[in-house]
């Protein structure tokens, strides 16, 4: 019943700041975990950053910590990722994921969302 929608991805270059949004719709967003993974060409995709349930903790892999930040707007039922200092290796399609049931330690499972936006494209020129 959730559906997730991303926007604000684009080309970027290297050392340059990107922002993007995921706008949520359905019941029971605050109780939902939201997330940010990424997958690039060939590649697994791999975990970003998440927000366990309505905490406002945010959780962040080791490769995008101090660059990125997550944050949550419940009252517009959307989460957003603030990207800086990017680099080459952040160029991925992004996608937004939600889940309702999962535990705080499968934030980094992709595997265990259940909700998936279809993504927007980040590039990072060099």
């Known amino acids: 019943q959730v559906q997730l929608v991303e926007s604000g991805g684009g080309l970027v270059q290297v050392g340059g700041s990107l922002r993007v949004s995921c706008a949520a719709s359905?019941?029971?967003?605050?109780?939902?975990?939201m997330a940010w993974f990424r997958q690039a060409p060939g590649k697994e995709r791999e975990f970003v950053a998440a927000i366990w349930r309505s905490s406002g903790i945010t959780y962040y892999a080791d490769s995008v910590k101090g660059r990125f930040s997550m944050s949550r707007d419940n009252a517009k039922n959307q989460v957003d990722l603030q990207m800086n200092t990017l680099k080459p290796e952040d160029t991925a399609v992004y996608y937004c994921?939600?889940?309702?049931?999962?535990?705080?330690?499968?934030?980094?499972?992709?595997?265990?969302?259940?909700?998936w936006g279809q993504g927007t494209q980040v590039t990072v020129s060099s």
């Open positions: 994921a939600a889940d309702a049931r999962l535990i705080l330690s499968s934030l980094r499972n992709s595997y265990d969302y259940d909700y």
């Open positions: 359905g019941p029971n967003f605050r109780g939902l975990t």
